[in-house]
C-alpha cells in the first residue's frame, strides 16, 4: 500500500515531545538510599508475581512497568513468578496469555521464570519448622467456625480449642493431611500468633488448607496447598528478591510477611506497598471481569472494550502508550482514581507517530462528478503522515463517481455548515474542488442516494493554480476501486465513571459500546493491511486492524476517536 511501511521505525522517525521522564517517586528514592547505603549489597531484584487464575488487565500492566521498569533502571534484575497455589481456579491457558502480555509490554525475565509450586517441597518443610517451633498447629475447626472464632475490629478473637495440641500431634496430623488422610476443608494448619491483635491478619491465620484437586503442574502430588501470605514472603526470600512491591491492600499484610520470615530466620527483603491503579468507566475485579466473559456481555477476554492487556492490544494500544500512561500516572501511597482520558490520551500520542493517514468512508454516499470525463483514471498523491516524513506517500486512485461520508452533505444545510449542500463547494482531500448541482432521490422514502457534482480541473492539490479557498474539506474514496471492509466502533464498556456506584456494575453497561458497520468503502491499499496494523482514519480516530480478518474480509477496530480531552487539559495547565 505505502512505499514505506508506517511500523519501520527508523533514525528520522520524531521523538514523542511529551514523552515522559522519570519521576522521583517514593520508591525510587527507597531505592536510591539503599543503593546509597549498600543495604542489598548494590543488587536491586523484583518481581512481577501473578496468579495464573485469569487474564491480565491495565492495573497489572502498572505493575508490570513497574518491577521490570525499576529492575532495569538500575541495572537489576526481575523474576516472573507464578503464584499457583489454587488449583480449582488455575490454567496453563492463563499462565500462557500472561507471558504473551508481559512479552508484548517489551519486557523479558530472561532464565528467571518460576512457579510458587517450585517450591512446595521446600514450603512444606518450613511449615513443619514452625510447628516443631510451637509457632502452628492443626486446627479443626469449620471455615465457619473460623470466622466465628476470629472477632471483629473491635472485639477480639477466641482461641481455637485445638490451639494447644502437642507439637508431635501436630506433626502426626500435618503429616496425614499431606497423605491425604482427611477430606477437604475438614483441617487447616494455623499459625499460632495473637487472636486479641487489632491486625486481623496476625490472628492464627491459615496456613495451609486441604484441597483434593490436580493441579496444572505438580497433578495429583499434592492435596494440600499453602495460602498466599505464607507462599508470597517464601518465595521472595528463597529468591533472594530485595523490593517486594506490591499493591496497597497488602500493607495490613506487612506485619505477617514479617512475622512468617523472623520466625524461620530466613532472607528478609523488603515489602514495600503503592496505589493500585482504578480508572474510570472500568472495572479491575477480575472476578467481574470473569462475570462479563461467562455470562457473554462481552465477546470473550479479549474484547476490546475489556480493560484485560490482550483487549487493549486487539483495540489497537501500543505497548509504548501504555508504558507512557504507566509512567505518566506515577507512583503513590494512596488510592485515587485515574480518568480514562489519560490513557487514551497516551495511546493518540503514539499513533499520531505512527499511523499512516488514509481514507474510509464508514458510512458511504455515492457522488458523481459529471463533468469529469467517463472511464479516466488519474493517481493522485497522498502523504502517508505529515508527522513523519520518513513514512514516504501512496498513489490513490480518483475517477468519476467518488464515496463521501452521509453526514458530509445535507440538502437543507443549517447556517455555518462547510460541508456538500446544494450550490456550495467543498475541496476533497488531495484532490479537486467540486460543487453540488443536484441530488437524486429514492422514488419511494425520498431519501438522497445519489449527488451530483462538478469540480474545477484547475483546483488540483499542490499545484499552483490552487488559488481558491473553501473552508469545507472532504475524504472520499474512488467508488470503482473501493474495497469493502467491516468496521467496529467501540465506546467506553460503562456509563458512569464508577460503574459499581449504586452497587450493581452491570446496571452500569454501556448498551451502544459497539456499533458495527459492515459496507464501509475503504482505500483499495488497505485491502492488504496485516493484523494488527495501526491507521489514522482521516476525521474518524485510529484504527487497528482485527486479528480475526481474513482476504476479502478486512475487519478495523476503532482504537479512539481523535477527540483528546486531556490534551486540552493539559495544555491549559500548561
Not at 154 to 169: I, M
Not at 434 to 441: N, P, Y
Not at 493 to 514: R, Y
Request: some cysteine; charged content about 30%.
Amino acid at each position: 500500500m505505502t512505499d514505506k511501511s508506517h511500523n519501520d521505525k527508523t533514525d528520522d522517525m520524531p521523538e514523542n515531545p511529551n514523552k515522559p521522564s522519570a519521576p522521583v517517586h517514593f520508591i525510587r528514592a527507597i531505592i536510591e538510599e539503599d543503593l546509597k547505603t549498600n543495604k542489598w549489597g548494590g543488587r536491586v531484584h523484583t518481581r512481577f508475581p501473578p496468579e495464573p487464575n485469569g487474564y491480565l488487565h491495565i492495573g497489572h500492566a502498572k505493575s508490570i512497568c513497574l518491577n521490570f521498569g525499576l529492575a532495569a533502571e538500575y541495572n537489576g534484575l526481575c523474576n516472573l513468578r507464578f503464584d499457583d497455589t489454587n488449583p480449582t481456579k488455575e490454567d496453563v491457558e492463563y499462565v500462557d496469555s500472561i507471558m504473551e502480555d508481559v512479552r508484548w509490554l517489551g519486557f523479558s525475565w530472561d532464565d528467571r521464570l518460576y512457579y510458587a509450586s517450585d517450591y512446595f517441597e521446600q514450603l512444606y518443610d518450613y511449615a513443619v519448622q514452625l510447628i516443631k517451633k510451637g509457632k502452628a498447629y492443626v486446627c479443626d475447626l469449620s471455615p465457619e467456625e473460623v470466622r466465628q472464632y476470629r472477632g471483629t475490629l473491635t472485639e477480639p478473637g477466641q482461641n481455637s480449642p485445638y490451639r494447644d495440641r502437642s507439637v508431635e500431634e501436630n506433626l502426626d496430623l500435618f503429616e496425614r493431611m499431606r497423605n491425604g488422610e482427611f477430606p477437604d476443608g475438614s483441617r487447616t494448619l494455623r499459625a499460632k500468633i495473637d487472636m486479641a491483635s487489632g491486625n486481623l491478619n496476625m490472628r492464627d491465620p491459615t496456613i495451609y488448607r486441604i484441597k483434593h484437586a490436580t493441579h496444572h503442574r505438580t497433578g495429583d502430588k499434592w492435596c494440600i496447598y499453602p495460602m498466599y501470605d505464607f507462599t508470597h514472603c517464601l518465595s521472595d526470600s528463597i529468591e533472594r528478591i530485595t523490593h517486594s512491591i506490591c499493591t496497597l491492600e497488602f500493607e495490613d499484610h506487612r506485619p505477617l510477611y514479617d512475622w512468617f520470615l523472623d520466625q524461620l530466620g530466613v532472607y528478609h527483603p523488603q515489602q514495600i506497598e503503592f496505589a493500585r491503579l482504578n480508572l474510570s468507566y472500568t472495572v479491575m475485579s477480575k472476578r467481574k471481569l470473569l462475570q462479563l466473559v461467562q455470562e457473554k456481555l462481552v465477546n470473550g477476554w479479549d474484547d476490546p472494550r475489556m480493560p484485560t492487556i490482550c483487549g487493549l492490544r486487539r483495540r489497537g494500544y501500543t505497548p509504548e502508550s501504555i508504558r507512557a500512561f504507566a509512567e505518566k500516572i506515577g507512583v503513590a501511597k494512596r488510592d485515587s482514581v485515574v480518568d480514562v482520558a489519560l490513557l487514551e490520551h497516551c495511546v493518540r500520542e503514539d499513533l499520531n507517530l505512527r499511523a499512516n493517514r488514509v481514507m474510509a468512508v464508514l458510512r458511504p454516499l455515492k457522488v458523481v462528478i459529471d463533468n469529469y470525463p467517463e472511464g479516466k483514471v488519474e493517481e493522485l498523491e497522498a502523504v502517508n503522515n505529515p508527522e513523519y516524513p520518513g513514512a514516504g506517500t501512496r498513489k490513490l486512485p480518483f475517477a468519476r463517481e467518488i464515496y463521501i461520508e452521509q453526514e458530509d452533505f445535507k440538502e437543507f444545510p443549517p447556517k455555518k455548515y462547510f460541508r456538500l449542500a446544494p450550490g456550495q463547494e467543498v475541496r476533497l482531500k488531495h484532490a479537486y474542488i467540486i460543487k453540488c448541482v443536484g441530488v437524486v432521490k429514492d422514488d419511494k422514502t425520498g431519501a438522497v442516494k445519489e449527488v451530483h457534482c462538478v469540480y474545477d480541473p484547475q483546483t488540483k492539490s499542490g499545484e499552483s493554480a490552487d488559488s481558491r479557498k473553501v473552508k469545507g474539506t472532504l475524504h472520499w474514496v474512488s467508488a470503482a476501486h473501493a474495497k469493502t471492509a467491516e468496521v467496529r466502533l467501540y465506546d467506553k464498556l460503562f456509563t458512569k465513571p464508577d460503574p459499581d456506584e449504586d452497587g450493581d456494575f452491570k446496571a452500569s453497561l454501556n448498551p451502544n459500546s459497539l456499533e458495527i458497520l459492515t459496507s464501509c468503502a475503504i482505500e483499495p491499499g488497505l485491502a492488504d493491511a496485516k493484523p494488527l496494523e495501526h491507521f489514522q482514519f482521516l476525521r474518524h480516530g485510529y484504527f487497528t486492524v482485527d486479528p480475526d480478518s481474513r482476504p476479502g474480509n478486512i475487519i478495523f477496530n476503532r482504537t479512539v476517536s481523535l477527540r483528546d480531552t486531556w490534551a486540552k487539559v493539559e495544555k491549559k495547565e500548561n
